[in-house]
């Protein structure tokens, strides 16, 4: 019951990040600091202009950071949350899926079978 328990944490956990687009949004941040550099870089802006742009693109970045914090909180909390109700239940021991989400094995076999289904998605849509 563990292994089972465990595999539907890992499997809402990546179904809510992906609902709640977080890879796009932490790929953002990176689009955000590539600007903010070009900013720096770019000798025909003033240094009152690059302030004004460094200070929106530091605003960007923090309403990602909370956006990226809060979705990963919700995205891990809520199927924490079910195998704690299933455990209050009695159906499932949540102690043992805590085991189980620790144990190295596990963790390496979500890994592979997790990149495995990302390649092949990112394949399919191209």
């Known amino acids: 019951m563990a292994l089972i328990g465990a595999s539907l944490v890992v499997l809402g956990f990546a179904t809510l990040a992906h609902l709640m687009n977080l890879v796009p949004k932490s790929m953002s941040v990176l689009d955000h600091s590539r600007g903010a550099v070009a900013v720096l870089r770019d000798s025909n802006l003033s240094d009152d202009e690059k302030e004004s742009a460094l200070q929106a693109s530091a605003l960007g ?3 990602l950071l909370i956006q990226l914090l809060v979705g990963s909180a919700v995205a891990a909390l809520v199927p924490i949350g079910v195998i704690w109700l299933l455990d209050v239940l009695g159906l499932m021991s949540f102690e043992a899926v805590l085991d189980m989400l ?10 592979v079978v997790g990149t495995g289904v990302s390649w092949a998605l990112q394949r399919a849509r191209a």
């Open 61 to 63: 970045l923090l309403r």
């Open 102 to 111: 620790a144990n190295w094995r596990f963790l390496l076999a979500a890994t």
